[in-house]
């Protein structure tokens, strides 16, 4: 058994350097002569690293967004597309509500560390946001 991995190697090798020595127009031939063994030599493919940072050329767009509320405060999302379900996060001790101040007939009420979901306007703006239980509590949701 020891002669025959022997061999593998051998056959990985000398396909690897065929490779290297012929450039990559000889790749298919190289991995076709060194058989199952080179499957072994083959890099991995990328492992996934999670989200891509926002802005990046490879942004991936985003199905949901989140609105956090944590000290009597939004934290909203920069902008968010037209019809998207928005996540809203109710971290504190406390009900909140995210309620459109004018037209954008969204009104979430929460308990405290309840999570909910709405859909957000399919009509791009910016959407004045107030919490009916805490007048001082306000945002901005951008649709667009």
Known sequence: ??????????????????????????????????GASSEAAAPAPPAATGPTPAGSADTVP???ATITIADFE???PEAIAPGTTVTVV?????PHTVTAKD???FDV???????????APDEAGE????CVYH??????LVVG
Request: negative net charge.
């Open 1 to 34: 058994m020891k002669a025959h991995h022997r061999l593998s190697v051998l056959m990985v090798a000398a396909a690897l350097i065929g490779v290297t020595a012929c450039g990559s127009d000889a790749e298919p031939r190289a991995t076709a002569a060194a």
């Open 90 to 94: 109710n971290e504190d001790d406390a």
């Open 62 to 64: 985003t199905e949901g």
């Open 109 to 119: 009420d929460l308990a405290a560390g309840e999570t909910a979901t709405f859909t």
């Open 103 to 105: 037209d954008g007939g």
């Open 74 to 76: 939004y934290v909203m």
């Open 135 to 140: 007048p001082a509590m306000s945002g901005t």
């Open 127 to 130: 959407y004045a946001v107030i």
